[in-house]
Each structure stands twice: as C-alpha cells, then as structure tokens.
C-alpha cells in the first residue's frame, strides 16, 4: 500500500516558524513532482509550492521568501520549511506527490492526510 503521512502541524505564534514533513511509503518505483496545498477555513485549495524531481521549485507569490520545499529522494519526503508565519498561513496542509509504483505503470497523484498550521496573532 502506497501513502503519504504528513506531520509537523501545530500551534505557532505570528512570526515564528514551523516545519512539516511528509513521508511516502509502500512499494514506490519513482517520485516525480512533489507539492504542498493549503485550505484555509472557508476557501479553496490553493497550491503552495511545487518541486519536480530534479529540484526546480515554484512557489506562490503569498509565500515567496518565507517558505521553502526541499526534498530527501532517499528518504521519499518532502519537507517545507515555514517562517515568519503570520495568521493567514492557518490552514489544513496538504501534501501531494506524483508516484510511480512499478517500472511501467503510470505516474499518478496521491494526497497526504492534511495537517492543521495555526498561527496566533
């Protein structure tokens, strides 16, 4: 069985930081592009940031030079990174990747659990 486990959420105060991971497991052939989406109450999934498998990275704008994605390909886990947080980064977590589970099937996406980041002002 394949999946994704998110950890890392919790309670934080405006300006600090806070760091998530998020573990794939099962039988994997390959991870392609990984990814981090939030949802805030009462507003759409909105992508964070994006890293593909050779380290090329985009980012929303809202995020830009306060978060960073990297990723452990030895490890299957993709982390971000998340300073000086402010009350609008609260939301439901979501990582995504794209796996390949044998040599000639097809990549397809997977979800983590989400993980909730609140940020007190």
């Known amino acids: 069985q394949v999946q994704l486990v998110e950890s890392g959420g919790g309670l934080v105060q405006a300006g600090e930081s806070l760091g998530l991971s998020c573990a794939a497991s099962?039988?994997?052939?390959?991870?392609?592009?990984m990814a981090w989406y939030r949802q805030a109450p009462g507003k759409q999934r909105e992508l964070v940031v994006t890293?593909?498998?050779?380290?090329?990275?985009n980012y929303a704008e809202s995020v830009k030079g306060r978060f960073t994605i990297s990723r452990d390909n030895a490890k299957n886990t993709v982390y971000l990174q998340m300073s000086s947080l402010k009350p609008e980064d609260t939301a439901v977590y979501y990582c995504?990747?794209?796996?390949?589970?044998?040599?000639?099937?097809?990549?397809?996406?997977?979800w983590g659990q989400g993980t909730q980041v609140t940020v007190s002002s």
């Open positions: 995504n990747a794209f796996l390949q589970t044998t040599r000639w099937g097809l990549s397809r996406s997977y």
């Open positions: 099962g039988s994997i052939f390959s991870i392609n592009t």
């Open positions: 890293i593909a498998s050779g380290g090329q990275t």
